[in-house]
Structures are given as structure tokens and as C-alpha cells.
């Protein structure tokens, strides 16, 4: 990604979303974001993506050992989830007294 200019995504932590491709691909499944990366366009959703890494023993971990973690993936792979409609969306933003919001475009809620 360029550094000159940082972009916008309408997903932010916190959010519920669906994952629309790859290998975990569930439409129907909402998950929740745990981290959303913005310099290199990336999200971390909960139960996706799940990758085993061999770590060393260290003060915190003193055994080691395998550990599954979930990975980065592509924030164009994701989609937010509308709970009004119970079914993914795209998002449009507005201005509201002075204030951005993001509103679905399946229902017209504004997204919290």
C-alpha cells in the first residue's frame, strides 16, 4: 500500500462480518473482527483463517510448542453483516449533524 495516503475502510474492530471468499467462505456465518490492519489492507476475524505456529519456549510460554492462531486476510474477502436483514451488505457513508456514519444499504440502519 502507499504511504502517502492512508485509505478508508467502511469495516472497522468490532465489527460482525461474513467472510465472502476463500477457504472459509460462510455467508450465512457472522463473525466478529478482532483487528483490522490498514497499512497493508488486511482484517483479523475471529475462527477464520486459522494457521498452526511453532513458537519457543520463552518466560510467558514456558512449554512452547504449537499454537493455532488466527491469520490476516484480505479485507476485500470479508463483507459486513446486516442483523436487521440477517444477510450481508455494502455500506454507504453519510454526514449526520456534523458527524460520519455508516449506513447499510440493504435496510438503511445506521451501522453502530
Do not use: C
Not at 18 to 25: H, Q
Not at 38 to 49: F, L, M, Q, R, S
Request: avoid cysteine.
Amino acid at each position: 500500500m502507499s504511504t502517502r495516503f492512508k485509505p478508508k475502510y467502511n469495516i472497522k474492530k468490532g465489527d460482525t462480518v461474513v467472510v465472502i471468499a476463500g477457504d472459509d467462505k460462510d455467508l450465512k456465518k457472522p463473525r466478529k473482527v478482532l483487528e483490522v490492519i490498514v497499512d497493508k489492507g488486511k482484517v483479523i476475524v475471529e475462527g477464520v483463517n486459522i494457521v498452526t505456529k511453532h513458537t519457543k519456549p520463552s518466560a510467558q510460554n514456558t512449554k512452547g510448542g504449537i499454537v493455532k492462531v488466527e491469520a490476516a486476510l484480505s479485507i476485500s474477502n470479508v463483507m459486513l453483516w446486516d442483523a436487521k436483514k440477517s444477510e450481508p451488505t455494502k455500506v454507504k457513508r453519510t454526514r449526520d449533524n456534523g458527524k460520519l456514519v455508516r449506513i447499510s444499504k440493504k435496510s438503511g440502519e445506521v451501522i453502530k
